[in-house]
């Protein structure tokens, strides 16, 4: 079984910045872990900035970016990714960078 896309999500914000989850599924055994998913979630600045990414890419297992920190990053399962990405995007950027109305 080859890597079956599962979800891909793509969000801008008013500011242009970019907001991008995808998720897929791959063969468990391929993994070398207890679960089979491969994901990236990426936030970052219109003019190409990553501020906030997280992946599994092999080699290098689960990590995250918060701007130019790089750290590992323990999977628990996908919901919980999508909530620490988010929230990470939020105290990472997007409440030090909100304009006031």
Known sequence: ??????YREKYIYDDGAI???VL???PKKSTGKSYAVKYRRYYGLSDGTCIVR??????KGDHRHIKDKEEP???KDVETLVADFL???????RSENEKED
Do not use: P, T
Not at 1 to 6: C, D, F, G, R, T
Not at 54 to 59: A, R
């Open 54 to 59: 997280y992946d599994n890419e092999i080699g």
């Open 19 to 21: 907001r991008e989850m």
């Open 87 to 93: 929230a990470d995007i939020e105290s990472a950027w």
């Open 24 to 26: 897929w599924q791959i």
């Open 1 to 6: 079984m080859k890597a079956k896309l599962v």
């Open 73 to 75: 990053y323990q999977f």
